[in-house]
């Protein structure tokens, strides 16, 4: 056969399979049979040496031509099937199935807690204040106070990177900073995370703290109490009452530990005829530590020592559990979605 009539014979054959194939995988196995390197085209292609040279020109002009319109081909059918796919997408597209929900995110409790704390002080007039995590033991000790012999130092389990620097072991310490930094009247509330060597049921090495300060002109203990009680009620509900028990701190004279009724008795001590868990029975529950700023601070701070005001140090974690009633430190630390999710949701 000559080599025209077999280069005509390709354009209808290669269309005959088109007209059949479905898939990318079958065109594509037709363009290596028809156009491809061993395919049929480049058989003729590698014959034409054998023609005459007046010959040969014609020839290789009508294989090119040949070439161009199998490609065409080879295009038009992959259109047509292309929107034959979209079409079928379409059809089987069903615009009333319901949405598919995304995953939306919840704070912590630990956060929720801290934010809502925060914000009370911020409305009263408080500015947020922070220092380091890594601190020296100057700023976590002795400008609170307790010098290197102190016997407070052993109630703080603390962890030390040498000699000097430490964890801190409270939040104590952004007071000190604050007051190297800020010339009276000055409110802060400062949150963060504080480090103890410590770990049982009731005690992670890692949990948070809220600091907070205020130094001005005749700041009494009134003043303290009836802050503490402001964000009591905030917090936990109207009906909220609160109490002072003498304490030791060594950064405040006269120092207290704050309580407030029990959230979940309502200060009753019981619940349904039983003894309420939470508060022992007492009716009592214990939030913080509290007192005025001893003066040997305002001293390590530069201020004068008749300077007044009032600090606070309170538990994150423990506030958290007494409001949501969680029973369990360790449920904040695990990161259980389960446990997560029950709490407020983020916008
Ligand atoms: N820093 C104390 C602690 O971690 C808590 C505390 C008590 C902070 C009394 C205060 C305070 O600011 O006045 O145990």
Redesign the pocket.
């Known amino acids: 056969m000559d080599l025209i009539e077999e280069l005509e014979k390709l354009e209808p054959g290669l269309a005959t399979g088109l007209a059949v194939a479905e898939t990318d995988e079958e065109l594509e196995t037709l363009r290596i049979e028809f156009l491809g390197r061993k395919g049929r085209l480049a058989n003729i292609m590698s014959r034409l040496v054998s023609l005459s040279p007046e010959e040969r020109p014609k020839v290789g002009q009508i294989a090119n031509r040949v070439k161009e319109r199998c490609q065409k081909l080879f295009a038009t059918r992959k259109a047509e099937l292309d929107a034959l796919k979209e079409r079928d997408e379409l059809a089987r597209f069903d615009p009333s199935m319901p949405g598919r929900d995304f995953w939306e995110g919840t704070l912590h409790p630990v956060t929720l807690i801290t934010e809502e704390i925060c914000d009370i002080f911020i409305r009263l007039g408080y500015n947020i204040a922070s220092g380091p995590e890594v601190e020296i033991d100057r700023f976590n000790f002795e400008a609170l106070n307790i010098p290197p012999d102190h016997p407070a130092r052993d109630m703080h389990d603390t962890l030390y990177i040498s000699d000097t620097v430490l964890l801190r072991?409270?939040?104590?310490p952004v007071?000190a900073r604050t007051m190297l930094a800020k010339q009276p009247p000055l409110a802060v509330i400062a949150p963060g995370k504080v480090y103890r060597r410590d770990s049982d049921l009731t005690h992670t090495p890692m949990f948070h703290?809220i600091?907070?300060?205020r130094v001005g002109a005749n700041i009494t203990m009134g003043d303290l109490r009836g802050t503490l009680l402001y964000m009591a009620r905030e917090v936990f509900g109207r009906k909220t009452k609160i109490r002072f028990r003498p304490s030791y701190?060594p950064?405040?004279e006269p120092?207290a530990e704050a309580d407030i009724s029990c959230a979940v008795c309502q200060g009753a001590g019981e619940l349904g005829g039983e003894t309420c868990r939470v508060c022992k029975g007492t009716g009592w529950v214990e939030i913080l530590?509290?007192?005025m700023v001893d003066p040997a601070v305002y001293e390590a701070a530069g201020y004068p020592p008749d300077s007044t005001g009032f600090?606070?140090?309170l538990g994150v974690e423990r506030i958290a559990m007494l409001k949501y009633g969680i029973n369990d430190l360790r449920l904040f630390f695990e990161n259980d979605i389960r446990f997560l999710k029950q709490f407020g949701r983020l916008i």
Do not use: K, M
């Open positions: 072991t409270h939040t104590s007071q703290q600091e907070g300060l701190f950064f405040t120092s530590g509290c007192g600090a606070f140090g």
